[in-house]
Nanobody, 126 residues
Framework: QLQLVESGGGSVQPGGSLRLSCAASGFTLDSYAIGWFRQAPGKEREGVSY????????NYADSVKGRFTVSRDNAKKTVYLQMNSLKPEDTAVYYC???????????????????WGQGTQVTVSS
């Protein structure tokens, strides 16, 4: 079973940067797509980005395009989310999640992902 552990969250001022990591174990990542999701208090969990491990293809929510970058290091079995130009509205618990990649474009819908990390808090505030 794929196991995921996030790290790298913290507090930062608006305009600052953070890099989140998602370390995988249990299975090789090659057959998976890894998504990043976030959930702010009182709000539904929303998709931020995904990466197809085999091809490196990525996708982003409109709210983070041009500011966030997802990448992977296959040797380290780790996926990263580089977050730049952070805004207060980016404050949330961030989760990475995995699903078997079966072709096409994976959805950015949390209900379609089977394996979840425990989450890491990101707070953007002055």
């Amino acid at each position: 079973q794929l196991q995921l552990v996030e790290s790298g969250g913290g507090s930062v001022q608006p305009g600052g940067s953070l890099r989140l990591s998602c370390a995988a174990s249990g299975f090789t990542l090659d057959s998976y797509a890894i998504g990043w999701f976030r959930q702010a208090p009182g709000k539904e969990r929303e998709g931020v980005s995904y990466i197809i491990i085999y091809s490196g293809k990525t996708n982003y929510a409109d709210s983070v395009k041009g500011r966030f970058t997802v990448s992977r290091d296959n040797a380290k079995k780790t996926v990263y989310l580089q977050m730049n130009s952070l805004k207060p509205e980016d404050t949330a618990v961030y989760y990475c999640a995995g699903r078997i990649y079966i072709g096409g474009l994976p959805p950015l819908d949390y209900a379609e992902y089977n394996y979840w990390g425990q989450g890491t808090q990101v707070t953007v505030s002055s």
